[in-house]
């Protein structure tokens, strides 16, 4: 197994191990950075083929964690943790106690929150054990349930909607083309919010289901999840996979937008300035899909979700200044998403 050579390997502060034999526990932690507050992240539980394929995934999240956080504005740092293990036949109770526990040994410089395959069920049996948990739902407020998927949403849907003021001077949706791939918990709240906004939908989902159910709710026009990415739209919402915008995905897009909640869209970096090239206005995903973690911590402080949506909103000034600088500067959103968050969270890179 290999950390410090991993591709993915950015200077992380701390990449911690834990085993628990008697519950199966086999988890990773990796704090990337600190430098704004303690780390924040998912815990994401997934059968990962190898080891190595699980450190490499936790170096990256951990990574995108802390740039998400310094560009919403949140006192925090960031961190990420994975279990390997079958969410749909490993998990217990014992599992994840002993999760708390091996979050409570990093000492507060980590504070975990769910994340794929795992729930708020499973957090709160991770706090019985640490008080560094996230994503709790105190019943203090009834507007919220303890899922993060529909204020990840909201921040996605302000985030696009910036987008189309920027690129088309307007923000209304009304009749505003969009393609949303992926149907889960933050695609299909995406959904209801933009066909509220009277937007048109075209959508596709693996889960048959789920597309069904948005054809009925939304009057969605339903494609193929092979179509989906070169559907005749004005707006592209990527809100399943990563790594979907590339060099093939690019040749055949007609969206000039895309705007969507799925983490790493851009399989690499060149390709967001490949689209800069072809003239699509690129929302950073990291940016836009941060409204989960800006709930983890206004739960966690007690604050009410009024101002959970306050700060989300803020997405929108965020977006503009990155978008203004890259037009200036005639660069991707992308590096300049990088480059704001690591004025904000304070890197200093060393000149080549």
Known sequence: MNVFSDTAFDGHEQVVFANDKATGLKTIIAVHNTNLGPSLGGCRMWPYASEQEAIHDVLRLSRGMTYKSALANLPLGGGKSVIIGDP????????????????????????????????????????????????????SDPARTGDPSPFTAYGVFIGLKEAVRFKLGTDNLTGMRVAVQGLGHVGYHLCRMLHEAGAKLIVADLNNNS??????????????????????????????????????????????????????????????????????????????????????????????????????????????????????????????????????????????
């Open 88 to 139: 749909r036949s490993q998990k217990t109770p014992e599992l994840f106690r002993a999760m708390g526990r091996a979050v409570e040994q990093v000492g507060g410089r980590y504070i975990v929150a769910e994340d794929v395959g795992t729930s708020p069920e499973d957090m709160e049996q991770i706090a019985s054990q640490t008080k560094h948990v996230g994503g709790i739902n105190d019943g």
């Open 211 to 352: 597309v069904a159910a948005a054809v009925n709710e939304f009057g969605a026009k339903a494609v193929s999840v092979e179509d989906i990415l070169a559907a005749d739209a004005d707006i592209l919402a990527p809100c399943a996979l990563g790594g979907i915008i590339n060099d093939r995905s690019i040749d055949t897009l007609k969206a000039g937008i895309i705007a969507g909640a799925s983490n790493n869209q851009l399989q690499h970096d060149r390709h967001g300035e490949m689209l800069r090239e072809k003239g699509v206005l690129y929302a950073p995903d990291y940016v836009i899909n941060a409204g989960g973690v800006v709930e983890v911590h206004y739960c966690r402080e007690g604050k009410s979700v009024a101002e959970t949506n306050k700060h989300i909103e803020g997405i929108a000034s965020t977006v503009r200044e990155i978008f203004e600088r890259a037009k200036q500067q005639n660069l991707s959103t992308g590096f300049v998403a990088d480059r704001l968050a690591e004025e904000r969270f304070g890197l200093i890179r060393k000149a080549a």
